[in-house]
């Protein structure tokens, strides 16, 4: 389940600038209905004084997206210009008490929609980088934005980059190159590997894969208003539906794939794939 602070859930639940500014001048438009998360980021700003009047915003996505969305317009209201530029995602993090790890995305998105919306109101286009590779296709993150971010908050591991960038959370096939970026930024570290758990029988993986469903991973979308069904078990396959918010989502493959197949091989067993009934 996720650990929200009280600031967290309160600007949830009660969301602070919500909604569009006409004629607004800057405007900030980051993520994809695809990937389960987007933001736009409305500012009026006095030429004269050089602060940010009004701050709103659009959001669809999970709870620390609209928290941190939230959070990120309270901020900025009344700032100088020079002050909002340096605002990063953990000053919008501290500000709502702490986010989970694993949502700690939400806090970058929040800082880049702030980037583009300042980019925007002074008629400068956000620089795209479009000689960069794409790393992670899955969620079509390059590599500029992956060793900006791991630069900027100290990130270590690739469990910690996937929580910051979402990168290496679907497929898995982009992991090599953010071990490459990694030691790159960081200097290879030689690091212990985990101890091989020992196998279970049928019966004991069956036991724990609906335990940890019930206990770890139907919490966790309970928090945003979804939910899951185990269908069946095959193996090492496991059919599953998502309910509630969850269903039909946009962002229900990436949920699948980032909670509920990297919960289960964390703490089942690294075979383990998950299918969507259809029935």
């Known amino acids: 389940m996720w650990d929200y602070t009280k600031s967290v859930m309160d600007h949830f639940s009660n969301p602070r600038n919500v909604g569009k500014i006409e004629n607004a001048d800057g405007v900030g438009e980051v993520g994809s209905l695809a990937c389960g998360d987007a933001l736009k980021l409305y500012l009026k700003i006095n030429k004269e004084t050089g602060k940010i009047e009004d701050a709103r915003f659009q959001t669809f996505g999970c709870a620390s997206a609209i928290a941190s969305a ?12 020079e002050e909002a530029e340096k605002i990063t995602n953990d000053d919008i993090a501290r500000f709502l008490g702490g986010l989970p790890e694993q949502k700690m995305h939400c806090s970058v998105m929040g800082r880049e929609a702030l980037e583009a919306a300042l980019a925007n109101y002074r008629g400068v286009k956000v620089e795209e980088h479009a000689d960069a590779q794409v790393i992670c296709k899955c969620f079509w993150v390059d590599e500029h934005k992956l060793r900006e971010v791991i630069t900027e908050n ?18 898995g096939g982009c992991v090599p190159d953010i071990k490459r970026i990694l030691a790159d930024i960081n ?3 030689a690091k212990p590997e985990p101890e091989e758990k020992p196998r279970m029988t049928n019966l004991q993986r069956i036991k ?3 335990e ?10 309970r928090q945003d208003g979804g ?9 090492y396959d496991v059919y599953v ?11 229900a493959k990436a949920t ?13 067993d690294s075979e383990i794939n998950i299918i969507e009934a259809t029935k």
């Open 208 to 210: 724990l894969i609906t």
């Open 154 to 171: 100290k990130l270590k591991t690739v469990e910690e980059v996937t929580h910051y960038t979402k990168a290496g959370g679907g497929c």
């Open 187 to 189: 200097g290879p570290e």
């Open 227 to 235: 939910d899951i069904e185990l269908v069946d078990i095959d193996g």
């Open 256 to 268: 699948l794939q980032n909670i509920v197949r990297e919960t289960l091989r964390r703490e089942v």
């Open 241 to 251: 539906k998502l309910r509630g918010a969850c269903a039909g989502c946009p962002g």
């Open 70 to 81: 939230s959070a990120l317009t309270e901020l900025i209201k009344g700032m100088p210009l």
């Open 212 to 221: 940890t469903i019930a206990v770890k991973i139907a919490p966790m979308l």
